[in-house]
């Protein structure tokens, strides 16, 4: 006799204490998150202009390379729920 055993999981915002709590520290994190992005935004475009204005190529490459490596985190940073619901609904299917 073969026995199947059925387990689901639906998510409910109001299933433990502290979930306002919690959402609100990842609401916190996630602005946190986009502050510091764009401060490196800042900080690699500063450093792609002195390092081209100079001729010192290293820090122009360094520079270019932070400018898109900030660009790829902040389309990673406002695309992380999407993502995360979309992997959420492709999982439930």
């Known amino acids: 006799m073969l026995v ?3 387990v689901s999981a639906t998510p409910d915002p109001g299933g433990l204490p502290g ?19 764009l401060a490196a935004l800042v900080v690699a475009a500063v450093a792609w202009a ?9 820090a122009a490459s360094a520079g270019r390379r932070g ?3 900030g660009l790829g985190a902040a389309l990673l940073v406002g695309m992380a729920p999407q993502l ?5 609904a492709l999982g439930r299917s």
Do not use: M
């Not at 979930?19 to 992005?37: A, F, H, P, R, T």
């Not at 390092?51 to 010192?56: A, D, F, I, Q």
């Not at 995360?84 to 959420?88: G, L």
């Open 4 to 6: 199947t055993l059925q």
């Open 19 to 37: 979930q306002d709590k919690l959402q609100g520290l990842v609401n916190g994190v996630y602005s946190w998150s986009l502050i510091l992005v």
């Open 50 to 58: 002195w390092g081209s204005h100079s001729n010192h190529h290293s």
């Open 67 to 69: 400018v898109l490596l």
């Open 84 to 88: 995360v619901n979309f992997f959420y």
